[in-house]
């Protein structure tokens, strides 16, 4: 069985408990049936995977000696500050906790993420060893498919679908691929060299989501969000450079720094009037031009 699971069960549940007992580790993993086959957590077994658990994760798992041999996360703010390593983590823990409960599978409704697991393990595969992979893609903008060679740079997940960032060597630029609809991949053996000055994280600093390469400059936006949804802006930002500027009860202000992309202003329309544009004044022109194009569709009913 893959080690993983276990490997992020025990962190999790060291994590919640901020300190715990071996025997209060191996109770609640002997009652974890899905994982443990109803079977303890020996003292061995978990040294072993606390060994495990630093190497592949750089987690240090700690013993506090006095009070009763309490282990607990002694690095927990490198979880923290390291997204990639966070996000997998927390991952695997909401699939150990459904695992724990698929009694309840009919209550437990997730979103399906288009071909996550059909070219995704290649891609990643190929990105290890900077390998030139071949892909037939078919494009929303086209009507039949194309197969030409790519460099994978990095992956990014953006509303529930995968992209592929590449370098597209018969044009000779960096692209961004869906996995959905890549229809086939083949690893070569040619190699490739990633380019010293590529950093995936700053690539898409300024980008909302997705849409990078458009030529337009980032620039500071404001948005007025009214007191109904100004909760939800803060507690699940639009963007890493949002910052509160001024709440004023009924309603709170907020700036971003981002290049203002098709994909933000299709983000803006989905929350209609609860979000207004107060800066910069083209993105309000772009704003009202959608919302005038939306209630010519619909003023004659």
Not at 47 to 62: C, G, H, K, L, V
Not at 277 to 289: D, F, N, Q, S, Y
Request: hydrophobic residues 35%; aromatic residues 12%.
């Amino acid at each position: 069985m893959n080690q993983l699971p276990k490997y992020t069960w025990l962190i999790e549940t060291i994590r919640r408990a901020g300190k715990i007992s071996h025997k209060e580790l191996s109770e609640k993993w002997q009652s974890h049936k899905e994982l443990s086959d109803c079977r303890p957590l020996s003292r061995a077994t978990f040294n072993r995977w606390r060994e495990a658990i630093y190497d592949q994760f750089s987690i240090m798992i700690d013993c506090q000696k006095t009070g009763g041999y309490l282990y607990y996360i002694a690095n927990p703010r490198d979880i923290d500050d390291d997204k990639l390593r966070k996000w997998m983590l927390d991952s695997y823990a909401v699939g150990n906790v459904i695992g724990e409960n698929l009694s309840l599978k009919g209550r437990i409704l997730v979103d399906e993420i288009p071909s996550g697991r059909d070219h995704l393990t290649t891609i990643l595969e190929a990105m290890k060893d900077n390998r030139v992979v071949t892909i037939t893609y078919q494009s929303f903008k086209k009507s039949q498919s194309h197969t030409f060679p790519i460099e994978p740079y990095c992956v990014k997940l953006f509303e529930n679908r995968w992209y592929v960032v590449a370098h597209n060597t018969g044009y000779d630029d960096i692209r961004l691929y869906g996995l959905d609809r890549i229809e086939n991949v083949d690893v070569s053996g040619e190699t490739f060299k990633l380019p010293k000055d590529f950093d995936a994280e700053e690539y898409f600093s300024t980008a909302y989501g997705i849409v990078v390469g458009t030529g337009e400059k980032p620039e500071k936006i404001v948005l007025r969000a009214n007191e109904a949804h100004k909760p939800y802006m803060k507690s699940l930002p639009l963007h890493h450079s949002q910052r509160l500027i001024k709440d004023a009860g009924e309603y709170a202000d907020f700036e971003l720094f981002l290049v203002p992309t098709y994909d933000f202003v299709m983000r803006l329309l989905s929350v209609g009037s609860m979000v207004e544009v107060i800066e910069p004044a083209h993105l309000r022109r772009t704003m009202k031009g959608w919302i005038s194009d939306m209630y010519h569709l619909y003023k004659n009913d």
